[in-house]
Each structure stands twice: as structure tokens, then as C-alpha cells.
């Protein structure tokens, strides 16, 4: 919304919070903002080392146990994994068990 200056506030017919007006007129000073602002909660929610993943709601990571976060390729497997011992159409309660 904010690069490519579309307004779906006025498409919509209502007045353009003054926050997006800001994010318009201001486009890298907002871009850099969000930039840190995210890296900052992204920054705190790391830190408490609560991080998990869930599937069918069951965990299927959890930096808890494991201390570390999982590269992309180790939790595609472990997705892959249970998506197959699940079964097309099956819907599982407990699959894989909890790290």
C-alpha cells in the first residue's frame, strides 16, 4: 500500500487515516520505521526463547526442547513427514509426537 500509493480507503469511499496519508507522503522514513519497529518485537519474542510450531494442533517444534529453531529444509521434512503418516483426507489427532 505504501510503495505502489494505492488508496483503498478512497476506492472504498472513506476518509484516508492520517497514518496512511504519513506512510504516502513519507515513504522511506515509514519503510525504515517499520523496518526497526519489526526487527524490535521480532527481537523481543525471540529473546524469550518460546518459539513453536504447531500442525492439527500438535506441536511439531519447539525451541524449548530443542534449543535452537529448526532450518527450512528439517521443518519442511517434519511437515512432509506427518502430512504423509496422516494420509490424504485423514484428519489426525496425535501423528508425530511432540520434540
Not at 483503498?8 to 525504515?32: D, H, M, Q, R, W
Not at 527450512?72 to 494420509?87: Q, S, V
Request: net charge negative; hydrophobic share 40%; charged share 15%.
Amino acid at each position: 500500500m505504501t510503495v505502489s500509493s494505492f488508496d483503498p480507503f478512497a476506492y472504498f469511499g472513506y476518509p484516508t487515516p492520517n497514518i496512511v496519508s504519513y506512510a504516502s507522503e513519507n515513504k522511506v522514513s515509514f519503510c525504515l520505521m517499520t523496518f526497526l519497529l519489526g526487527n524490535i518485537i521480532e527481537g523481543q519474542l525471540v529473546s524469550t526463547g518460546a518459539f513453536e510450531i504447531y500442525l492439527d494442533d500438535m506441536p511439531i517444534w519447539s525451541k524449548l526442547y530443542t534449543n535452537r529453531f529448526p532450518q527450512p529444509e528439517e521443518l519442511l521434512k517434519i511437515i512432509d513427514n506427518h502430512l504423509m503418516f496422516r494420509g490424504p483426507g485423514k484428519v489426525s489427532q496425535s501423528s508425530v509426537p511432540p520434540l
